[in-house]
């Protein structure tokens, strides 16, 4: 069993940083090292969205426009976890952020195509 365990959310001011950690674990070795990966986020009352992207061996990424230039996703495939580091927060990107893992190479902004999810973590800014 695929388990992914996010970590680094919080309360900021805007302005302020974040980087939030996904790790993985179970049959880790084969999902992280050759599947895309992204990050997801949903704030109260609105569609969970795609907000950043990777391929398995992190050639590729992909941006929502609006966090293009403030956020940076990566990977670490030796210790298989992900990253999404988010700088000059807004209050509007607030919202419980999701790790997801892909059943594709490369990281798609269609949520049906990742079959893994963490169970989330809270990202507050306050203006």
């Known amino acids: 069993q695929v388990q992914l365990v996010e970590s680094g959310g919080g309360l900021v001011e805007a302005r302020n940083s974040l980087r939030l950690s996904c790790r993985t674990s179970g049959r880790t070795g084969r999902i992280f090292s050759n599947n895309g990966m992204g990050w997801f986020r949903q704030a109260p009352g609105k569609e969970r969205e795609f907000v950043a992207g990777?391929?398995?061996?992190?050639?590729?990424?992909d941006y929502l426009d609006s966090v293009k230039g403030r956020f940076t996703i990566s990977r670490d495939r030796a210790e298989n976890t992900l990253y999404l580091q988010m700088n000059s927060l807004k209050p509007e990107d607030t919202a419980v952020y999701y790790c997801a893992a892909s059943r594709l190479a490369t990281a798609t902004r269609t949520p049906s195509t990742y079959p893994y999810w963490g169970q989330g973590t809270q990202v507050t800014v306050s203006a």
């Open positions: 990777i391929s398995w061996n992190g050639g590729i990424t």
